[in-house]
Structure formats: C-alpha cells, structure tokens
C-alpha cells in the first residue's frame, strides 16, 4: 500500500512526552499515531471519551462540602435514622 505523509502540529512540551511515552512502550510516534487511526476507521469511533463535563459551581460546593465532612464530621449535626432526619425537614417547611 502506498505511503503519504501527515503533518500535526501540537505544542513541544506535548510531543517531548508523547515521544517519550511512546520509546516506552516501544512504538515510535508514527506507529503510534498509526494505532489511532485504523483503530477510528475500524471502529467508526474515536477509541475513547472526549467529554467537556466541568463540574457547575453546585456540584463544586457539594464535593468540597462533602470532603469537609469527612474531614470534620465532628462539625455536622447525625441523626441516628433517616425518620429523624426527614421529621426535621418537615418541621423546617
């Protein structure tokens, strides 16, 4: 089969570690970029996730919320059964 040349351009501290992770496992970066492609035309699919799921500010609270609990649970109000708990709520609403 006959051979073409792609050109990619990526920033140099990105291809200084892809070319040293690739001498790792023994492929060079062209062999390497090779693997992606048949793999994407055999698959129809790029081989893995691509995803743009950051978490909102809600979901940021929340977790840093919930490290702090398990930091510092002394903090936090416990209720020995989740009946407890919903009563509370009730009486708050």
Do not use: W
């Amino acid at each position: 089969m006959a051979q073409t040349s792609v050109n990619i351009r990526m920033d140099e501290a990105t291809k200084v570690a892809f070319d040293r992770f690739c001498s790792e496992i023994g492929l060079s970066m062209s062999a390497a970029f090779n693997v992606f492609a048949k793999t994407v035309v055999r698959e129809q699919r790029i081989p893995f996730e691509l995803t743009t799921e950051i978490p909102n500010a809600d979901t940021i609270a929340a977790i840093k919320e919930a490290e702090d609990f398990k930091a510092h649970p002394e903090n936090y109000k416990r209720y020995s059964s989740f009946a407890e708990l919903l009563k509370e709520v009730e009486e708050d609403a």
